[in-house]
């Protein structure tokens, strides 16, 4: 871990319903190491289909889940050892984008309390005029007037002004990090492009590093500068967002390469793809590559692990298809 790490995850595993005959119980996530640095703000996409871990990870990073093992580290501190005093400031400066803008919403409540809650908790505002100035900057920054929104009730709210108010709720904390757990899946795709906007914006203005958890390769081309790739728990392939996209080199993510929709009436969408049920249950192999029983290239050594190789265009693999060109950096 660098002196220069925000977040970091050192080596981190989450295994649910353990018991006396299956102590491992269902992995989730197995040996995670991934970390983002303070001083290069950036987006970081994590992807992968449903069952991946992707929301797992999330919920680790946001202190809602205790790792089994390995440790979540915010600025040099273990999350689960931190004083009164430091957990406050990491919950001001980690803040979360969920896929439901509707959940965060209490439908009695109007917009004004969504936005104050936050101020009055970490004592933002000196006044009520200094709140109502507050709260019109950041509804600005994110494209809406305050007159349109504040006094108003969740349902008289579009689908993509109820995101955006939870984007400006964030900004109102002066976030360093965000964690956007699938932001964009439950908005019409004419609002999509309006949001990933947004969320560049958190990086290039403002600074702030977004984990970008997605299933949707095509919005995570758009918007993240690295992409880790998800299969079972496992990172397959990472590297930069856009080359580990156009040429993917683990047989998994060519798989979730295919499954993107292409508008060329010549060729078929194989639609969204899934891991088997029997692949997620407690006591599922976790020997050797995971992927090799859905594998076209499965061979003999996929009984064990493999390490991480170089994919050829700078991006890391964990397949033995890419042993010659030796191990990644």
């Not at 220069?4 to 981190?12: A, M, R, T």
């Not at 560049?200 to 081309?221: M, P, Q, V």
């Not at 991006?315 to 890419?322: D, E, R």
Request: aromatic content about 6%.
């Amino acid at each position: 871990m660098s002196a220069e790490s925000l977040l970091h995850f050192d080596n981190v595993t989450m295994a649910f319903g353990g018991n006396r005959r299956n102590p491992d119980g269902v992995v989730a996530l197995e040996n995670l190491d991934l970390e983002i640095r303070a001083d290069e703000p950036s987006i970081i996409a994590i992807a992968g289909e449903s069952g991946s871990g992707k929301s797992t990870l999330a919920r680790l990073g946001l202190g809602m889940l205790k790792p089994t093992g390995g440790r979540v580290i915010y600025k040099g501190q273990d999350l689960w050892s931190m004083s009164g005093d430091q957990r406050r400031d990491y919950r001001r400066e980690v803040q979360a984008i969920f896929q439901d803008p509707f959940a965060v919403y209490n439908p009695f409540y109007t917009v004004d309390r969504l936005l104050r809650t936050p101020m009055r908790t970490f004592k933002l505002a000196k006044s009520k005029s200094h709140a109502r100035e507050l709260m019109e900057d950041v509804l600005d920054k994110v494209g809406l007037r305050a007159n349109e929104v504040l006094g108003r009730y969740p349902h008289q709210l579009s689908g993509g002004q109820r995101q955006r108010i939870v984007v400006a709720r964030s900004l109102l904390l002066q976030p360093h990090l965000i964690v956007a757990d699938e932001p964009v899946s439950m908005i019409d795709a004419s609002l999509r492009a309006n949001i990933l906007t947004k969320l560049k914006e958190l990086r290039d203005e403002f600074g702030i590093s977004l984990l970008y958890i997605t299933h949707d390769l095509a919005t995570a081309n758009q918007i993240s500068d690295k992409i880790l790739i998800l299969y079972r728990g496992r990172v397959v392939e990472v590297g930069d967002a856009s080359t580990v996209i156009q040429r993917p080199q683990h047989p998994y993510t060519q798989l979730l390469v295919s499954s993107i929709p292409r508008p060329d009436p010549e060729k078929t969408w194989e639609g969204r793809v899934e891991i088997p049920l029997e692949e997620l249950t407690p006591g599922a192999d976790r020997a050797g590559c995971l992927f090799r029983h859905r594998c076209p290239h499965a061979m003999p050594e996929c009984e064990i692990t493999p390490d991480y190789y170089e994919g050829g265009y700078g991006q890391s693999v964990a397949c033995y298809l890419y042993r010659e060109n030796g191990a990644a950096n």
